[in-house]
C-alpha cells in the first residue's frame, strides 16, 4: 500500500518534471493533472452583458418570442392579439364553452350584487358605486386580461383599504362631492401605477411583499371588516370612526344599553347563520358549490321582502333606503388633475393599486397553475390598469379579482373570461331595472354578507404552515395581523411591507457558511452538520460560503471565515493533530462577487499569508472567475489555486489523500 | 457493451426484486442503491434556532468567547479591558514603541493643526472649533478606540456635509449663536447614534452602504471641497451657497472681472504648487513620506510671516484675523435637548454620524489588514460615538478618521494609539500658546492645503478597478459622484443609498440559474455556459438554481425553470432527440427556501406532472431538506427523488448512464 503510493508519487513528479521542462509553466501542469479546468466564459462586450442584465430583469418571461421570424402582418395581427388575447382565444370559442360560462357568470353575478352594495359601504361610497364598479371593469377585463377564472370587481380589503385613506384627507358625509372626487382621482392613479408597471415591466416589484406578510395583513383586514359590520349588525347609531379592535369593541359596548337595536340583531343573526351554513355545505361537498354562491342573494331578497310588509324600518332597523337607477354616468371631469386633492389622489391611488395588484395576481397565478395555463405578469397588469383607468372615468372605484368570486367562478366550471361578460350584463340589467326593489334591504343584511365572504380570508391552515416552514415568516404574518387589527390597515401594510425588506436584508448579509468533510467511500464534500457521518480532512480545512459575496456582507464573510479557522485551530491544537495548512473556499453557491467582495478575499489572503496557510478556491462559477481575472485575484493567490472540485483541491494539497480517495471512490463505482 | 449494459440491468432488477419482497420499500431500495442519503439535520428546537439566528447576526463576532470559564475577578478585568483597550496594551508598553508614536504624533499633529483650521470653514464654524475638535476626540479614542493606526479629528466630508445641512436650516452669519449650538446638537446625536449602534450590534447597517457608492460619494465630495476652496484660493468675495459645479463655475466667472484678488492668487497658487510637489515626492519615494505631512505647516509659518511683513492684508488678501486662545469650553448647556432644533439636530447628527461611522470603520479595518490584527466593529463604534458625546459638551463637532492623517501616522510608523494623546497634547499647547500667531494666515493657504489633502480621496485607480469587474457597481459610483458634484452632498447621498439598495434588492429579485451537463470523463456537472465541454444527458434536464428561493424571487424562479424546460423541448423536437422525461434541480446554492418559495415547487411540481416530467431534486442543504419535510413536499415528490449528487440522480433517471458513469470515473481516477 505505501511503496504503491510512493510509486505513484513518483510518477506525478516525473510527469511534472517533465512538462515543466517543455514549457516551464505550472498551470500547464495543473491542467494535466486534473482533468478540467475551470472555465472562464468567453468575454461578452459592455453591450452584451447591459442586454442580458435588462433582458434578464424585465423580460425574463421572453415576451417576444413569438414574434421572432414572422412576417410583418403576422407580427400585427400577434400585436394585437397580444393587447386583446380574447382575439385569439375568441377564435376557438364554441356553444359548449359558453354553456360554462353562462352558468359560471350567472352564479358570481348573484353573488356579486349584494357583495357589491357592501362593500361600497366600506369605501365610504353609495351602494351604486360598488355595482357601477362590476359593469365597466370586468368588460374591459374580458378582452384584455388573460386569466380565464378570475372575478372582476370591488373587493372588501382594497374598498376598507381606500376608505381608510380617503376619510383621512376628506370627510365622507360633510364634503360628499369632493370625496368622491377623490376617490375617483385615487381610481385614476391606481389605474396609472397598474398599467405603468406593467408597461415598464416593472410587475417583479409587487413580489417584494412577502407571501406570510400577505397572509397576515389579509386576515387582519379580514377581522378588521368583520368587526365594522357590528355596527349594520347590531344596529348601533354611534359607532366609532377608528378601525382598531380596542376602539370598536369600547364602541360595541358603551352602546349595549341604548344603542343596539334587536330587531336589525334577529335579521342579521339569523341570516349570518343560514349564510355560515349555506358555505359549510359548500366546504363539505363541492357539488354544492352553488349554495353559498346563491345564498347571499336569497337572503337578500328574503329579508328585503320581509322588511318591506312588516315596515320595520320603522322599528329602527336601518335599511339601504336610496340607491341611484341607471348605468354609470361619466367621470371623467371630476377626477383631479390639479390642486393638492391631486397628489393625495395619487398617494392613496398608488398604494390602494399596488395592494389590488397583488390580490389579483395571486388569484390569476393560483388559478393558471390548476389548470395548467401561463399568465404574463405584466401584459395582466396593463390589463387591470386600464380597466381601472376607464373606470374612473366612468364612476367605478378600484377593482380587482375577487379570490370568493374567483373560487366560486372557477368551482361553477368557467372557461374564459366570458363569465365576466355575463356577470356584467346581469348587473347592467339590475343597475337598469331592479335597483328600486333594494330600497327596504336591511344593512344587517349586508353586513351577514360582508362577514361570511371575509371569513374567507382567515387562512389558518396558511399560518399554521408558514409557521411550521420558517419562524421568521410566521412573525412578519403576525407582525401584519397584528398591527393590521390593532392600529389600522394602513399600518399593517407597512409593517408586513417593513418586515418583508428586513428579511431580505437580513438573508443578504448573514450569509451561512458551512464546514465541509469528506463522506466516507466517496469523493463528495458535505457540511459536516448535515451529514455527521462526513469527516474532516487533516490539515485542510474546507469552508462552503452560501451566497454571493457583495458589498453587504464581505466583511462578515470574512470575519466568519477566519473564526471558522480560530475555531478549528483550537480544536486541532488541543487534540494534538496536524496543524491547519490549507483553507479551501467551496465558490459553488457564491453566484456573484463584486469589488468589495474581492477585497474582503484579498484581506483574507494577506491574513491567511501570515499564518502560512494557502488559501485555495473551488468550483468558482463563470461570473466570479470573471471577476477573479479581472481584479488580478487570480493571479495573486496563483492560477493553480483553484479548482474544479474540493475533492481535486483536495488531492492538490497532500498526495496521500488523492490516492485514498481514488481507491474508494473506484471502490462505489464498482459496488 | 450493449449485452453487459444489460447483463447489468438484470443484475439490478434482480437485487430490486429481492429487496421488495423483504421489505416492500423503496425507500430502502434507494438508500441501499445510493451510498448516502440526503442527510436531515437533528431538529432543534424553536429556542435554539432563535437563538442561533441572534447570535448569527448580532453576534457573528462571538464578543463572549473570552469570558468563556473564567472566574468572576477575572471577568471584571477583561469587561474594563474590553471597554478601555488601552488598560490591555498599556501594559506591554514601552519606550520602544513610544519612539514611533511620538514621530508620528508630532507629524500628524503638524499635518492636523491647518487642516482643522480649513475644515471648521467647510462647516461654517470659527477656526477654533477645528482645533478643538482634535484635542479632547482623540484623548478619549486612545482609551476607548481599537484601532492602532486610526488619526481622529475633524474631516473634509463630514465637515461639508455637517456644513451644508446645518446652514439649510439656520444660516451661519446672521443665526451664529443658534448655528454653533445646532452644530454641538448634531454633534451630540451623531456620537448617540454611533454609539448605539454599536452598543445594539447593529454595526452593520453601515455595510449597507456599498464600496462602490462610497468611492463615487467621496470623491464627489473631494471636488464639492475643491471648487469651494475657489472662493479662498481667487480672493473672491461674493462667492455662491450653493455647492453645485455649475453655482460655483457661475460665480467664479462673473467675478473674473472684478472680484478676483491677484495678490491672494499667487500666495494661493504658489503655495498649491509647493504642496502638490510635496505630495508627489512622498507618493513617488515612501521614505519621504514626511514631506507631505510638514509642507501644510511650513506653508502656513511662511505664508503667514510673508503677510505680517508686507501687510499684504492691506491689499485684499483674506486673514483669518481671529482665533480664540484657550482650551475648549464647556457647551453642554448649548445642546438643544428640547425645541424644533432638537429634531433637526437629531436627524443631522444621525446621518452626519453614519458617514463618519462609514469612514472610521474603512480606515480601521484597512490598516488593521495591513498590520493583521483584529478590530471589533462594535466597540469601535462605541469608542467614536463616546468621543463625540463627550466632544459635543466641550465645544467640538464631529471628529472622525481621517483618510490623509491616519496614512500618514502609519507610514510614519505609529504603535498604538498613543500617537493620538501625541497629537492631542500638541494641539492643546497650540491652542493654549500658539493661536495668536494663526492671525495674520491667508485663507488662501487655508484653501490651498485642504485641495492637496481633499485630492487624495479621488480614487481613479478603484474607480477604474470598479468598472473592470462591475459594471453595475461603477453605475452606483458614477451615480454618487455626478449626484454630489451636480447637486450636492445630500442628493449624492441619498442616490449612493438608493443604488446600493436597488442592487441589493435586483440580487434577491433575478437570481442565476444554470443548464448544467456531465464534463466528460467525469462524474461533475457543471454550467455549460462556462464549460463547453460539458455535455447534456438526453432526456434529462439539469437546472442549478444560484439562490435561495424566496417569496422575493419564487415566482421568477419557476417560471425561469419552465422557460429552460420550453426552449430545452423546443430544441429536442428540432433535433430528433428523444423527450425530456426528467428535471433535476440542482439545490447545492439553494441555502435556504421560504413558504412562498415551497408554493413555487409545488406550482411546478403540478406543472410537470401535466407533461408527464418527473421532478428530481439534488442535494438541497440542511435548512431546505428540513423545510421540505416540514412542509410535506418532499413526500408529495417522494423521498426517493431527492439525491445527495446530480450524478446520483441522474443514475436514476435510466440505469444506462449509471454504467457508463462507473466505468468513466473509475478510468479517471486510474489515469
Known amino acids: 500500500m505505501d511503496s504503491m503510493s510512493h510509486s505513484k508519487n513518483e510518477e506525478v513528479e516525473t510527469k511534472e518534471m517533465d512538462i515543466r521542462s517543455m514549457s516551464s509553466s505550472r498551470r500547464y501542469v495543473h491542467s494535466a493533472r486534473y482533468l478540467h479546468k475551470v472555465g472562464v466564459p468567453p468575454k461578452q462586450n459592455l453591450f452584451q452583458e447591459f442586454k442580458a442584465t435588462v433582458r434578464e430583469t424585465f423580460f425574463a418571461d421572453d415576451p417576444l418570442r413569438p414574434f421572432k421570424d414572422q412576417p410583418r402582418s403576422r407580427k400585427f395581427v400577434l400585436a394585437t392579439q397580444a393587447i386583446f388575447p380574447i382575439l385569439e382565444w375568441g377564435r376557438s370559442y364554441s356553444w359548449r364553452k359558453f354553456r360554462g360560462d353562462l352558468i359560471s357568470g350567472l352564479t358570481i353575478a348573484s353573488l356579486c350584487i349584494p357583495q357589491d352594495i357592501g362593500y361600497a359601504k366600506l369605501a365610504y361610497l353609495d351602494p351604486q358605486y360598488g355595482l357601477y364598479s362590476s359593469f365597466v371593469p370586468p368588460l374591459i377585463y374580458a378582452f384584455m386580461g388573460s386569466s380565464r377564472d378570475i372575478a372582476i370587481g370591488p373587493v372588501a380589503v382594497v374598498s376598507l383599504l381606500l376608505g381608510t385613506m380617503l376619510s383621512d384627507e376628506l370627510d365622507p358625509v360633510q364634503n360628499k362631492p369632493e370625496y368622491l372626487r377623490l376617490a375617483f382621482t385615487a381610481t385614476f392613479f391606481a389605474g396609472v401605477t397598474q398599467a405603468t408597471l406593467g408597461f415598464l415591466r416593472l410587475g417583479f416589484l409587487i413580489e417584494f411583499l412577502s407571501h406570510a406578510a400577505i397572509v397576515g395583513f389579509m386576515g387582519g383586514a379580514a377581522v378588521t371588516i368583520a368587526l365594522q359590520q357590528l355596527k349594520g349588525l347590531l344596529g348601533i347609531k354611534n359607532f366609532t370612526?377608528?378601525?382598531?379592535?380596542?376602539?370598536?369593541?369600547?364602541?360595541?359596548?358603551?352602546?349595549?344599553?341604548?344603542?343596539?337595536?334587536?330587531?336589525?340583531?334577529?335579521?342579521?343573526?339569523?341570516?349570518?347563520?343560514?349564510?355560515?351554513?349555506?358555505?359549510?355545505?359548500?366546504?363539505?361537498?363541492?357539488?354544492?358549490?352553488?349554495?353559498?354562491?346563491?345564498?347571499?342573494?336569497?337572503?337578500?331578497?328574503?329579508?328585503?321582502?320581509?322588511?318591506?310588509?312588516?315596515?320595520?324600518?320603522?322599528?329602527?332597523?336601518?335599511?339601504?333606503?336610496?340607491?341611484?337607477?341607471?348605468?354609470?354616468?361619466?367621470?371623467?371631469?371630476?377626477?383631479?388633475?390639479?390642486?393638492?386633492?391631486?397628489?393625495?389622489?395619487?398617494?392613496?391611488?398608488?398604494?390602494?393599486?399596488?395592494?389590488?395588484?397583488?390580490?389579483?395576481?395571486?388569484?390569476?397565478?393560483?388559478?393558471?397553475?390548476?389548470?395548467?395555463?401561463?399568465?404574463?405578469?405584466?401584459?395582466?397588469?396593463?390589463?387591470?390598469?386600464?380597466?381601472?383607468?376607464?373606470?374612473?372615468?366612468?364612476?367605478?372605484?378600484?377593482?380587482?379579482?375577487?379570490?370568493?368570486?374567483?373560487?366560486?367562478?372557477?368551482?361553477?366550471?368557467?372557461?374564459?373570461?366570458?363569465?365576466?361578460?355575463?356577470?356584467?350584463?346581469?348587473?347592467?340589467?339590475?343597475?337598469?331595472?331592479?335597483?328600486?326593489?333594494?330600497?327596504?334591504?336591511?344593512?344587517?343584511?349586508?353586513?351577514?354578507?360582508?362577514?361570511?365572504?371575509?371569513?374567507?380570508?382567515?387562512?389558518?391552515?396558511?399560518?399554521?404552515?408558514?409557521?411550521?416552514?420558517?419562524?421568521?415568516?410566521?412573525?412578519?404574518?403576525?407582525?401584519?395581523?397584528?398591527?393590521?387589527?390593532?392600529?389600522?390597515?394602513?399600518?399593517?401594510?407597512?409593517?408586513?411591507?417593513?418586515?418583508?425588506?428586513?428579511?431580505?436584508?437580513?438573508?443578504?448579509?448573514?450569509?451561512?457558511?458551512?464546514?465541509?468533510?469528506?463522506?466516507?467511500g466517496t469523493t463528495v464534500y458535505r457540511n459536516i452538520q448535515q451529514y455527521p457521518e462526513a469527516t474532516k480532512v487533516p490539515g485542510i480545512l474546507i469552508v462552503r460560503v452560501d451566497s454571493a459575496i457583495y458589498f453587504s456582507n464581505s466583511s462578515y464573510v470574512r470575519e466568519r471565515i477566519l473564526r471558522w479557522l480560530m475555531d478549528e485551530e483550537e480544536q486541532v491544537k488541543a487534540e494534538c493533530q496536524s496543524t491547519i495548512q490549507f483553507l479551501i473556499i467551496e465558490m459553488s453557491p457564491v453566484t456573484d462577487i463584486d469589488t468589495s467582495g474581492i477585497h474582503a478575499l484579498e484581506e483574507l489572503h494577506s491574513s491567511l499569508q501570515k499564518k502560512n496557510i494557502q488559501l485555495i478556491l473551488a468550483n468558482p462559477g463563470p461570473v466570479v472567475i470573471e471577476k477573479l481575472h479581472a481584479s488580478n485575484f487570480a493571479n495573486l493567490i496563483g492560477d493553480d489555486k483553484i479548482f474544479l472540485t474540493v475533492a481535486d483541491a483536495v488531492s492538490s494539497c497532500s498526495p496521500k489523500p488523492v490516492q485514498e480517495q481514488a481507491q474508494l471512490s473506484s471502490r462505489r463505482d464498482y459496488a
Open 241 to 520: 370612526k377608528d378601525t382598531d379592535i380596542i376602539s370598536v369593541m369600547k364602541s360595541v359596548w358603551s352602546n349595549v344599553e341604548h344603542g343596539w337595536n334587536w330587531q336589525t340583531i334577529v335579521i342579521g343573526v339569523s341570516f349570518l347563520s343560514f349564510l355560515l351554513f349555506a358555505k359549510y355545505i359548500g366546504k363539505r361537498n363541492k357539488k354544492f358549490f352553488w349554495v353559498p354562491a346563491i345564498a347571499p342573494l336569497i337572503s337578500v331578497v328574503l329579508s328585503t321582502f320581509f322588511v318591506f310588509i312588516t315596515h320595520a324600518e320603522k322599528q329602527g332597523v336601518v335599511i339601504v333606503k336610496h340607491i341611484e337607477k341607471g348605468i354609470n354616468p361619466s367621470s371623467v371631469n371630476q377626477i383631479y388633475f390639479t390642486g393638492e386633492y391631486l397628489v393625495k389622489g395619487m398617494r392613496i391611488g398608488v398604494i390602494a393599486g399596488m395592494i389590488a395588484l397583488t390580490e389579483a395576481a395571486a388569484i390569476g397565478r393560483t388559478f393558471a397553475a390548476m389548470k395548467d395555463y401561463q399568465i404574463d405578469g405584466n401584459k395582466e397588469m396593463v390589463a387591470l390598469g386600464t380597466m381601472n383607468i376607464v373606470g374612473s372615468m366612468t364612476s367605478c372605484y378600484i377593482a380587482t379579482g375577487s379570490f370568493s368570486r374567483s373560487a366560486v367562478n372557477f368551482m361553477a366550471g368557467c372557461e374564459t373570461a366570458v363569465s365576466n361578460i355575463v356577470m356584467s350584463c346581469v348587473v347592467f340589467l339590475t343597475l337598469e331595472f331592479i335597483t328600486p326593489l333594494f330600497k327596504y334591504t336591511p344593512n344587517a343584511i349586508l353586513a351577514a354578507i360582508i362577514i361570511s365572504a371575509v371569513a374567507g380570508l382567515l387562512d389558518f391552515e396558511a399560518a399554521i404552515l408558514i409557521w411550521k416552514i420558517d419562524k421568521f415568516d410566521f412573525l412578519a404574518c403576525m407582525g401584519a395581523f397584528l398591527g393590521t387589527v390593532f392600529s389600522s390597515v394602513e399600518i399593517g401594510l407597512l409593517i408586513a411591507v417593513i418586515i418583508s425588506f428586513a428579511k431580505i436584508l437580513l438573508q443578504v448579509t448573514r450569509p451561512r457558511t458551512a464546514i465541509l468533510g469528506k463522506l466516507p
